[in-house]
């Protein structure tokens, strides 16, 4: 399992579809999930809605039970890429209990300053990218979600990927980081 960590707008997505092609991972993005639930209008969706719009997190709940159906032993087992999973210690525990704890190879930390990540989030113009939104996303991140550098960090995991540069060359950093990963441990 290959985590990818950091902020919005650090890119995390991108890198992530382009690690799917060249290793043949399934990519995870609670993200994605969570806006299909949405437009299903499921009743997983009909709780998160108002929670995405305002830039707070889901439940932990809700997220760990549509991550777990689809991410099985299997999977697991395989390789798979999440995004923007774990957000919280609770989710971070989760995954290490749906998983066997070795499964969790890597996990890459993308960084870049606030004001660059504001500005390419204001220029995607999603729904929930007002600039209120994001600056309230940017704070539930550091508050929230930032813990999880440590809790990887002290289990040896995490490998830093500095996003404030183009996206070819995060690409190649984080290809050199992942195939060196890949060649001495077990996450795919
Ligand atoms: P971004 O990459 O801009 O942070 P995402 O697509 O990852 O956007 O997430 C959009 C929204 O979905 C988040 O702001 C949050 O409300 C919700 N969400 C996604 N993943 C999680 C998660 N692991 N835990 C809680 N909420 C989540």
Known sequence: VLILLGPPGAGKGTQARMLEERFGLV???????????????TEAGKAAKAVMEAGDLVS?????D??????NADDCA???????????????????????SD???LSLYFTAPEAVLTDRLLSRGRQDDTLEVITHR???YAKTTEPLVKHYADQGLLREINSDRAV???????LTTVS?????????
């Open 168 to 174: 070819e060359d995060i690409q190649a950093d984080v």
């Open 103 to 105: 499964a969790i190879g």
């Open 180 to 188: 060196g990963a890949l060649n001495q441990s077990n996450i795919a």
């Open 60 to 64: 932990d709940q809700i997220v760990i």
């Open 27 to 41: 990519q995870l993005s609670t993200g994605d999930l969570l806006r299909a639930a949405v437009a299903q209008g």
């Open 78 to 100: 395989k390789g798979v890429i999440l995004d923007g999973f774990p957000r919280t210690i609770a989710q971070a525990a989760a995954l290490e209990e749906a998983c066997t």
């Open 138 to 140: 940017l704070s539930v």
């Open 66 to 71: 549509i991550l777990r159906d689809r991410l």
